[in-house]
């Protein structure tokens, strides 16, 4: 539903959809030097340039990507696990900071009876870990996954589920995203973006598509008209 003010700039969404790494969590500051180390217990080197190409995509295209860079006998898999077990020892340690506020949003929306659903590449099986650990996975109407769709972002596949979870049109959503290929997923899904910029640097075309952009996720409620004290 649009909201009636004669404030343009203001769109009251019957629901909205966030990404998780790199816009709920600071995941990938804590995950990207992680691809080194797997990388090299079977002979590959994996620079950051080449971490920065699998940011936000699904595993099913990080292992054409480098399979498409290093060969077809590239072990996408036992990489991959490597790299999991990493992560996962990482954050047993030093837990998964949130992005500022995430917490102070998610109170907005709760409030508002706005409700909010995940659309992440990640698995299901880490996507709940994370919620879980933040304390936030009962705010959530709906959690949707990679695991759950075909195509990856940024095919428009995972925001669509998302809204139809949601019980909305895509036309009524907003989504959150710090990726390019999230961006590119929402514009293709027909759902408004707003981009939140973590390590990357979105080229001007998918900037182009981009409803609105903000410094973090404490500046999405004014967007939408609700109470920012």
Known sequence: MIDNSLNKNIFRPSAVIFDMDGLMFDTENLT?????????????????DIVMQLIGISNKRSREILQGIFGADFPYEKVHAEFRRLVT???????????PGLDFLLNKLCAAKIPFGLATSSSTATATKNLENAGVIEKFSAITCGDEVENGKPAPDIFLLAAKKLG??????VGLEDSPAGLRGLHSAGIKSIFIKDVIDPPNEVLD???RRCNDLSEVAALFGLDTH
Not at 168 to 173: I, K, N, R, T, V
């Open 89 to 99: 020892k990482k954050i047993e340690e030093n837990g998964v900071p949130k992005k």
């Open 32 to 48: 990207i030097p992680i691809w080194e180390p797997a990388g090299e217990l079977y002979g590959y080197k994996i620079t950051r």
């Open 209 to 211: 598509t981009v409803w």
């Open 168 to 173: 909305f049109p895509s036309s009524e959503c």
